[in-house]
């Protein structure tokens, strides 16, 4: 069966890093754009940070720029994201998704993903 799975999730005080991590197992990376997506109780799911692994083109939201990086090992099948400088408000479950040149328009919008979902991860930032 074809999915991404993410991992790297926890609890960490303010200021802090973790570095989540997207496999997909059952396809390859080729030609296929991944984002990070997250979505905090009572709100709705925003995106994080795309990349497209075959251009190499990343996108970033305002909120997380110059403090989040992502990067794809496509020899592994797997992209990262590496979360420096937490906040509170980063607190949510991350998503991954994987779909077919979804940043085709430029954009980083998790409408533009329907192939694939990974089940989520739990980031919590304390105070």
């Known amino acids: 069966e074809a999915q991404v799975v993410e991992s790297g999730g926890g609890l960490v005080h303010t200021g802090g890093s973790l570095r989540l991590s997207c496999a997909a197992s059952g396809f390859t990376f080729d030609k296929y754009s991944i984002g990070w997506f997250r979505q905090a109780p009572g709100k709705e799911r925003e995106a994080v940070s795309c990349m497209n692994t075959t251009t190499g083109t990343t996108y970033y939201a305002d909120s997380v720029k110059g403090r989040f990086t992502i990067s794809s090992d496509n020899a592994k099948n797997t992209v990262y994201l590496q979360m420096d400088s937490l906040k509170p408000e980063d607190t949510g479950a991350y998503y991954c998704?994987?779909?077919?040149?979804?940043?085709?328009?430029?954009?980083?919008?998790?409408?533009?993903?329907?192939?694939?979902w990974g089940q989520g991860i739990q980031v919590t930032v304390s105070k």
């Open positions: 998704a994987a779909d077919i040149w979804a940043d085709y328009d430029g954009e980083c919008r998790p409408d533009l993903y329907d192939a694939y």
